[in-house]
T-cell receptor
Framework: KAGVTQTPRYLIKTRGQQVTLSCSPI?????VSWYQQTPGQGLQFLFE???????NKGNFPGRFSGRQFSNSRSEMNVSTLELGDSALYLC?????????????FGPGTRLTVL | AQTVTQSQPEMSVQEAETVTLSCTYD???????LFWYKQPPSRQMILVIR??????QNATENRFSVNFQKAAKSFSLKISDSQLGDAAMYFC????????????FGTGTRLTIIP
């Protein structure tokens, strides 16, 4: 079974631009969560999508948004990029059933904002 | 709000020796999960071990075991017989028992294995 994939793996943008990152979960997984990882702030939760609905959201400005499609693939969008948005963006997927199901992480997308 | 604290930014251990990584957390919930994740350099985050808060027995996975002290809100990871492949960032994480998949992470401990 293929793991969680994220595209692109590396991205360079300039301030003010917008960017879209993609996450393809493991087949059958219905939940996709996004995290931002920086040296200064560590790993911070952005949002979780479950069955195409945002189920939880972290403390990020409205410039960060996401969505999930019917095949569970998810995208996150960052508009009006700032230098501080440079980070490794990780997504994780899980079955998210009634009992415990492990979350599996993708390799991440490294975003550099110049 | 839940918080997770790892007070050891860096640790090192001699190969084949034992090392313990510390983690404390704060929550008002009674049912939750605690995790240790490993992030090797330039590689994917993987789950090392999981503990359910309602279980008094400490979780064990091969060379990895935890010391879970619910009243003290402490959750340490012990790695026995350390191997070179154990070198990585280790993150302690918390998740509520049911309702969403949000993980709250600590700041991580970078573990170096000395040959």
């Amino acid at each position: 079974k293929a793991g969680v994939t994220q595209t692109p793996r590396y991205l360079i943008k300039t301030r003010g631009q917008q960017v879209t990152l993609s996450c393809s979960p493991i087949s059958g997984h219905r939940s996709v969560s996004w995290y931002q990882q920086t040296p200064g702030q560590g790993l911070q939760f952005l949002f979780e999508y479950f069955s195409e609905t945002q189920r939880n959201k972290g403390n990020f400005p409205g410039r960060f948004s996401g969505r999930q499609f019917s095949n569970s693939r998810s995208e996150m969008n960052v508009s009006t990029l700032e230098l501080g948005d440079s980070a490794l963006y990780l997504c994780a997927s899980s079955l998210a059933g009634a009992s415990y199901n492990e979350q599996f992480f993708g390799p991440g997308t490294r975003l550099t904002v110049l | 709000a839940q918080t997770v604290t790892q007070s050891q930014p860096e640790m090192s251990v001699q190969e084949a020796e034992t090392v313990t990584l510390s983690c404390t957390y704060d929550t008002s919930e009674s049912d939750y999960y605690l995790f240790w994740y490993k992030q090797p350099p330039s590689r994917q985050m993987i789950l090392v071990i999981r503990q359910e808060a309602y279980k008094q027995q400490n979780a064990t996975e091969n060379r990895f075991s935890v010391n879970f002290q619910k009243a003290a809100k402490s959750f340490s990871l012990k790695i026995s017989d350390s191997q070179l492949g154990d070198a990585a960032m280790y993150f302690c994480a918390y998740r509520i028992y049911f309702g969403n998949e949000k993980l709250t992470f600590g700041t991580g401990t970078r573990l170096t294995i000395i040959p």
